[in-house]
């Protein structure tokens, strides 16, 4: 497991969800992500071993980008193709 997210990975905010389930990360992540912007840049920390399965399919299911994953890091934007509204 890396001590920390690839040196490439840019990001506007973090969400760290400690040891939670990812069931309980999901929950909060959905309260917490509720009042960011479309085009986002998320990084989401989850060390749940479930995690390599659950968030890409939570990023399908709500229509965010998930950019790349190196375990216990998830790089996500949320909502991009509102972002392209945004400014269109």
């Known amino acids: 497991m890396p001590e920390t997210y690839p040196d490439h990975w840019s990001f506007d905010?973090?969400?760290d969800s400690g040891e939670e389930s990812c069931g309980r990360v999901i929950i909060n992540l959905?309260?917490?992500?509720?009042?960011?912007?479309?085009?986002?840049?998320l990084l989401l920390i989850s060390r749940d071993p479930a995690a390599p399965a659950e968030f890409p399919a939570w990023c399908r299911m709500t229509r965010?980008?998930?950019?790349?994953?190196?375990?216990?890091?998830y790089l996500i934007e949320l909502k991009p193709e509102l972002k392209?509204?945004?400014?269109g």
């Open 13 to 15: 905010d973090e969400f």
């Open 64 to 73: 965010n980008a998930l950019l790349d994953a190196a375990h216990p890091y």
């Open 30 to 41: 959905h309260s917490y992500v509720k009042e960011l912007a479309p085009g986002t840049r």
């Open 84 to 87: 392209e509204n945004l400014h």
